[in-house]
């Protein structure tokens, strides 16, 4: 059974700096590409930053040169480096798994989601 479990949110001013982990279990093998998701209350769910299983990395506009995107396969953990955090990225983040290698910040290329971890950004 395929399960992620998300780690590492927290409440930060802005300007501030967080790190998200992103433990995965249960996958038969290695070929499945993974991604941060975000939503704020009212909002629709966004892709943050996705890394293919051929290693490729795409990030959303809004996040590009703050955030970074790592994955250590032979742990099984996905990473999330945040810099620079503005109010506007106060939401639930999650962590997303799939077989997917293609628009991979769309929530329907993925099978398997995290709980959430909350990341909050004061003024």
């Known amino acids: 059974q395929v399960r992620l479990v998300e780690s590492g949110g927290g409440s930060v001013q802005s300007g501030g700096s967080l790190r998200l982990s992103c433990a995965a279990s249960?996958?038969?093998?290695?070929?499945?590409?993974m991604a941060w998701f975000r939503q704020a209350p009212g909002k629709e769910r966004e892709g943050v930053a996705a890394?293919?299983?051929?290693?490729?990395?795409s990030y959303t506009d809004s996040v590009k040169g703050r955030f970074t995107i790592s994955k250590d396969n032979a742990k099984e953990m996905l990473a999330l480096q945040m810099n620079s955090l503005q109010p506007e990225d106060t939401a639930l983040y999650y962590c997303a798994a799939g077989s997917a290698l293609f628009d991979l910040l769309l929530p329907r290329r993925y099978d398997f989601w995290g709980q959430g971890t909350q990341v909050t950004v004061s003024s």
């Open positions: 249960g996958f038969q093998d290695r070929r499945y590409s």
């Open positions: 890394i293919g299983y051929d290693g490729r990395i």
